[in-house]
C-alpha cells in the first residue's frame, strides 16, 4: 500500500485500486487497472468493505509493443 495523503493505491488479485477518502468520512473506490490475462472477467462490487464507486479512464487500455 503507498499512501498519498488523502489517497491509498493498491492491489488485490489482477486489479489495482485508489481509496479516496472524503471529507465526509466516505471512502470511494476507483478501480484503476486490471493486469490478468483473461477477457472475460467479474468486477468486484466492494473493495475491503468500500463500495466501487468509478473504473479509471485507462483501467482496460491495452498496450502492444
Do not use: C, R, W
Amino acid at each position: 500500500i503507498f499512501d498519498f495523503g488523502d489517497m491509498v493505491a493498491l492491489t488485490e488479485g489482477d486489479f489495482s485500486y485508489t481509496l479516496i477518502y472524503k471529507s465526509n468520512s466516505q471512502i470511494e473506490v476507483i478501480l484503476e487497472e486490471y493486469s490478468g490475462t483473461s477477457n472475460i472477467m467479474e468486477l468486484p462490487s466492494t473493495v475491503k468493505g468500500y463500495a466501487v464507486t468509478a473504473i479509471g479512464d485507462s483501467a482496460f487500455l491495452i498496450v502492444i509493443h
